[in-house]
């Protein structure tokens, strides 16, 4: 019996070491589409410049839960004034354990974003296009690069 009991308790335990990362929801948490000179702006010859922001949040919302938000700003301007600009929020439920703290935080700022980049990036081709404007797909990211440059920017700071 007791052989059993050990075999049990060191597979539990083994489990809960394994590292487990998994997408449960991936959600729309705020869009906005600005277009300030429609329809005027239909009638020009366009020559867009598009600007990018990008941002991520993460926030614990469960035991192993977090929620993982990937902010973009899209800004589109033409001959030197705003065509249109979108604003995105998509966000993301992903469930992590058995990580240590750096793999957490590499998991959290580069891979759920990456995860939820492809969504933004529909949504945001969407509602352009709904817009009356050419389709607009952003190209790939590297977000382990960002998170990397992030990363060395934080210790550069801490180390002046």
């Known amino acids: ?29 705020d869009i906005s589409f600005e277009s300030p000179r429609s329809p005027m702006i239909f009638q020009e010859e366009w020559k867009p410049e598009v600007g990018l922001e990008l941002n991520t949040k993460s926030r614990q919302v469960g035991e192993s839960v977090y ?9 589109v301007k033409n001959s030197g004034q705003t065509g249109y600009l979108v604003q995105i929020q ?8 058995g990580l240590d703290e750096q793999q957490l935080h590499h998991a959290l700022g580069a891979f759920c974003p990456a995860t939820l980049f492809p969504y933004a990036r529909e949504n ?8 009356s404007f050419s389709a607009l797909m952003l190209a790939p990211i590297n977000f382990d690069a960002l998170y990397l440059e992030s990363l060395q920017k934080k210790q550069a700071e801490t180390t002046q």
């Not at 998509?90 to 354990?97: A, K, M, R, T």
């Open 1 to 29: 019996m007791s052989d059993t009991t050990e075999v049990n308790a060191a597979t539990e335990t083994q489990e809960a070491q394994t590292p487990q990362l998994s997408m449960q929801r991936v959600f729309l948490k």
């Open 67 to 75: 929620e993982i938000v990937l902010e973009i700003t899209v800004t």
């Open 90 to 97: 998509q966000g993301g439920l992903f469930v992590v354990s």
């Open 124 to 131: 945001i081709d969407a509602i352009v296009v709904k817009g």
